[in-house]
């Protein structure tokens, strides 16, 4: 029996954890819990284990350590032992995938600090370089001492215009900005990052979450995304504030879609960012339910 247990307890094991792996990955899970740039380790590492697994089963190693009365573990001796270890490194595991949630909930992000000052993130990413019209091609020395032409010269084309300051920006059909809570967040430190945002109409998904601090006339909540570096470990909510004639008759937590014109108010000696709503509605999550 402890030969049997030697053999196929080790498999099972192996077997076991490279399915809870590969099961995260493909279905999708794994984006709740680890950056894009680490999934594809999550997949590589499933994938080891089912290969060490088939490895143990076609060349079982010979477990005599364990099945004789010289071995150093009288624990592993008994197939009660074996059982149990297999149990302690597989069933704390498998519960916790089973039954772990795939988002934030309330109590977690009010533990963990609300974010809405981006000195305390990291640097923003640059923005995407806009192209430039091609630079004239200069005369070469042969060409300049040719005889110059009788024909009339072709009429100059127009310049095409320059591309705006803006235009790295996604919009929506009716123009809007598409932007994300990191986007004001930064804003607002950031001058000429400002003046892409300031006064203009903005759209952006977020959780709603009531304003407990900056809120003195009621009309006041807080639009609120997970902003993630590595893993889950490390996510740390962040929030943009926004202003609206009627607070929406909505539960904490529900994911909103708003629409509203960016500000950026002086507010307790620093500046902030303020979206003021004209349309506040129900939205599903994002694709990707946190920001990195």
């Not at 490279?18 to 990955?25: E, G, H, P, T």
């Not at 032992?81 to 988002?103: E, H, N, R």
């Amino acid at each position: 029996m402890n030969k049997l247990f030697s053999r196929w307890l080790p498999c099972a094991t192996l077997a076991a954890w490279s399915a809870i792996l590969l099961y995260f990955y493909f279905s999708g899970r794994i984006t709740a819990f680890l950056h894009p740039m680490f999934r594809p380790y999550i997949l590589v590492a499933g994938l080891v284990l089912a290969g060490m697994a088939v490895v143990f089963v076609l060349l079982p190693g010979e477990a005599q350590c364990c099945t004789t009365e010289e071995c150093g573990h009288p624990f592993s001796r008994l197939a009660s032992g074996k059982t149990l270890t297999f149990l302690v490194l597989l069933l704390p595991l498998s519960v916790a995938a089973l039954l772990s949630p795939d988002s934030f909930g309330k109590t977690t992000i009010q533990n963990r600090g609300m974010i809405t000052d981006a000195a305390a993130l990291p640097a923003p990413p640059p923005k995407t370089a806009v192209s430039k019209p091609a630079a004239e091609a200069i005369p070469t020395k042969a060409a300049s001492n040719s005889p110059p032409s009788t024909s009339p010269a072709p009429a100059a084309t127009p310049a095409a215009p320059s591309p705006a300051p803006s235009d790295y920006l996604q919009r929506t059909p009716e123009g809007h900005i598409v932007a994300e809570v990191l986007d004001l967040l930064y804003a607002a430190q950031d001058s000429v990052l400002r003046k892409d945002f300031e006064g203009q109409t903005v759209q952006l998904v977020g959780q709603l979450m009531p304003d407990q601090s900056n809120n003195a006339n009621g009309k006041r909540f807080k639009a609120v995304r997970m902003f993630m570096t590595c893993c889950a470990a490390d996510a740390r909510p962040v929030a943009t504030l926004v202003e609206c004639e009627k607070l929406p008759d909505f539960p904490e937590m529900t994911w909103v879609k708003v629409t509203g014109t960016s500000t950026f108010p002086t507010e307790n000696g620093r500046r902030t960012s303020v979206l003021v709503a004209t349309k506040v509605e129900k939205s599903d999550p994002p694709e990707e339910a946190m920001l990195y």
